[in-house]
């Protein structure tokens, strides 16, 4: 079983950036496939980023270039780096974890982008 915690959302405004994190569970976080996805209110759930356990990075289209996904296995977070901030970025973020078959998720944080 592999839990994740979010943290690191909140209010910004316009422009503005924001550091998430999401901490992990489990020995065996090196191994894991770690990604970040968003959904606003009425919308599906879309991929932001994407690393995978050797470091490998890919980006869904809605933040692309305004985000960046990297990871710190020593303490077993992942972080995404979102900069020029919108109105349209808001919604919950949420990471999860593939490992062995299977995937995980955690509860997500609020970003709300709002001046």
């Known amino acids: 079983q592999v839990q994740l915690v979010e943290s690191g959302g909140g209010l910004v405004q316009p422009g503005g950036s924001l550091r998430l994190s999401c901490a992990a569970s489990?020995?065996?976080?090196?191994?894991?496939?770690m990604e970040w996805h968003r959904q606003a209110p009425g919308k599906q759930r879309e991929l932001v980023a994407h690393?995978?356990?050797?470091?490998?990075?890919i980006y869904g289209g809605s933040m692309k270039g305004r985000s960046t996904i990297s990871r710190d296995n020593g303490k077993r977070t992942v972080y995404l780096q979102m900069n020029s901030l919108k109105p349209e970025d808001t919604a919950v973020y949420s990471c999860?974890?593939?490992?062995?078959?299977?995937?995980?998720w955690g509860q997500g944080t609020q970003v709300t982008v709002s001046s």
């Open positions: 690393i995978t356990s050797g470091g490998i990075t």
């Open positions: 999860s974890a593939f490992f062995n078959g299977s995937a995980y």
């Open positions: 489990g020995r065996t976080f090196s191994a894991y496939d």
